[in-house]
């Protein structure tokens, strides 16, 4: 089955700790994006990649870091320098056409909490 | 700064009932509006629009674009409880393959 997997599905932490949240692929897409969530609102773009090996910062990049070395993968690490990391975070990827409209596919996401 | 409004934030109505989700738009570069329905975890897409005035239908919702006013509605009739979620409007930007969300529309449908 084509999709997009997140894991984990929930992950705490404590202050101070980077953690890594992993976003996989196997729709051939060559965009994926990172969003993040809170309560009531809407998604805000953190980090974008269009390709292999380049990714762009969206509305939110502090405290957030990114790469993209397979076109299938694209984690997203926390860092301790993000604030108020408590979230929902959404992965999505879409063909990234310039030619047409593109539609995302979102992951199931993952919920962290910072204790 | 490009931006997307959704109005209703919330809106509680009734099985059976029709109900209109409202997007709007500011942004510099369009190339498609997209409107997803997101219950507990990961938004499900429904529609991307391009053209404007050209309705798209699947079952009892239906959306049209209007891109000289520069914003969209989502119907649905008939309303189930079903579709109670929160509604996402998005814009997709004409660089960057980037994509901006609205807050949401929470709906309820009560049986």
């Known amino acids: 089955d084509g999709g997009i997997t997140q894991s984990p599905k929930y992950l705490f932490r404590k202050e101070g700790q980077n953690v890594t949240l992993s976003c996989e692929q196997n729709?051939?897409?060559?965009?994926m994006y990172w969003y993040r969530q809170d309560p009531g609102q809407g998604l805000r773009l953190i980090y974008y990649s269009q390709i292999v090996n380049d990714f762009q910062k969206g509305d939110i990049a502090e405290g957030y870091s990114v790469s993209r070395e397979k076109k299938e993968s694209f984690p997203l690490t926390v860092t301790s320098a993000q604030k108020n990391p408590t979230a929902f975070y959404l992965c999505a990827s879409s063909l990234g056409r310039r030619e047409v409209g593109n539609e995302q596919f979102f992951g199931p996401g993952t919920r962290l909490t910072v204790l | 700064e490009d931006k997307v409004v959704q109005s209703p934030l919330s809106l509680v109505v009734h099985e059976g009932d029709t109900v209109t989700l409202n997007c709007s738009y500011e942004?510099?570069?369009?190339?498609?509006l997209l409107w997803y329905k997101q219950e507990k975890k990961a938004p499900t897409f429904l529609f991307m629009l391009t053209s404007s005035g050209i309705e798209k239908k699947s079952g009892r919702l239906s959306s049209i674009l209007d891109k000289k006013e520069l914003f969209s509605i989502l119907n649905i009739t008939a309303t189930q409880t079903g579709d109670s979620a929160v509604y996402l409007c998005?814009?997709?930007?004409?660089?960057?393959?980037?994509?901006?969300f609205g807050p949401g529309t929470r709906l309820s449908v009560l049986p």
């Open positions: 729709l051939n897409h060559d965009a």
């Open positions: 998005a814009v997709e930007l004409n660089y960057g393959q980037n994509f901006v």
């Open positions: 942004v510099t570069n369009f190339r498609s």
